[in-house]
């Protein structure tokens, strides 16, 4: 397997692939920042390291890459790979526009590789619980449903797009609520949305908090909500109610134990996503691993990051409208 992307989580799954997954082997690492390749693979032990994707198209060691490049590459880059035969695992989101997200879908069909999105929540055990219930019936029909993400801060508001808290950020939730309301779809969606923590920045249109309400097609109504600084840390949860109980995921606590003192109880939380999901980055992997070895399908599709991008895309226009937009709306 080759990685396309040595950032912040690129570097994550490169190390999954060189030291968590005996399946796997990490042959390539591309990135076009002059070293950043090299010094990633060198610490690895990875066989090659290049500045240009093109490069891995004729290596026969390479079976399948793993794309954790910026955001706006996604699309082309899953175009390239398939087309040069290679099975796709692509961060989310899988692309930035509905005929982007197409084109990628599409090109992975016709090449017959396997496409997989990083949605990372299907493999948390939390949620994963959270399906098996419904799944069994024992949740009933879902009736309400709440997704959330908060960060712990330091965003970077210069090198995102201005949608970003839909496209990147709350896609995860989008998914989420997709994947906790099994065989529903999103039909309409409203969102409200401003910068709250650094208000300078609703010049350039990035909004750094937001609430988005989802109605689906089966009756469940959703909440989804985001903000790029948590003072406490980073915390990820989910609720769904059905007709026959009430499920809920998500602790961000860092160990079992709180301290009781004169300030009060304490307890620790976890401060970024590797250290809250670490055992669900390496369960996607291994999930994409066994599908590209087996030719069962993916469990996190394409057309899984076409339907939650729609959903981003309908939240984005609805904050800049100001009134519900529907899901088909956003797809003519």
């Not at 099975?87 to 599409?106: N, S």
């Not at 969606?189 to 650094?198: I, K, M, P, S």
Request: glycine letters at 10%; proline letters at 5%; hydrophobic letters at 50%.
């Amino acid at each position: 397997m080759a990685l396309v992307g040595s950032g912040r989580m690129g570097a994550f799954h490169a190390e999954t692939l060189a030291r968590r997954l005996p399946s796997a082997r990490l042959a390539a690492v591309v990135d076009p920042a002059p070293g950043a390749a090299e010094r990633l693979a060198g610490a690895l032990g990875a066989d090659r390291s290049c500045t240009d994707v093109a490069q891995l198209w004729d290596d026969p060691a390479v079976e399948a890459v793993v794309i954790a490049a910026p955001a706006r590459t996604h699309a082309d880059l899953v175009v390239a790979a398939a087309a040069a035969g290679r099975h796709v695992f692509c961060e989310k989101p899988m692309a930035v526009t509905l005929p982007d997200a197409a084109r990628a879908i599409d090109a992975a069909r016709a090449a017959g590789v396997v496409l997989q999105v990083g949605f990372n929540r299907r493999f948390a055990a939390d949620w994963r619980a959270a399906r098996v219930l419904l799944d069994a019936g024992t949740l009933g029909t879902p009736r309400l449903l709440r997704s959330l993400t908060r960060d712990p801060g330091g965003f970077d508001p210069s090198r995102v797009l201005p949608d970003t808290i839909f496209l990147e950020t709350l896609i995860h939730d989008f998914d989420t609520l997709r994947f906790l309301n099994p065989g529903g779809e999103a039909v309409e969606v409203f969102a409200t949305g401003d910068a709250l923590v650094e208000p300078a920045w609703r010049d350039r249109g990035l909004l750094d908090t937001a609430v988005v309400t989802v109605r689906f097609d089966n009756g469940a109504m959703a909440v989804a909500e985001a903000c790029f600084e948590a003072a406490y840390g980073y915390d990820v949860r989910g609720e769904v109610l059905g007709s026959g109980g009430m499920a809920t995921m998500g602790d961000g606590r860092r160990s079992g134990m709180a301290f009781s003192g004169p300030a009060g109880r304490l307890v620790e939380t976890v401060r970024g996503d590797q250290e809250l999901f670490p055992d669900a980055y390496t369960a996607e992997l291994a999930a994409f691993v066994d599908a590209v070895r087996t030719g069962t399908p993916a469990r996190a599709t394409g057309e899984d990051a076409r339907a939650a991008l729609a959903i981003a895309l309908a939240a984005a226009e609805s904050v800049r409208s100001g009134h519900p937009v529907r899901i088909d709306e956003v797809e003519k």
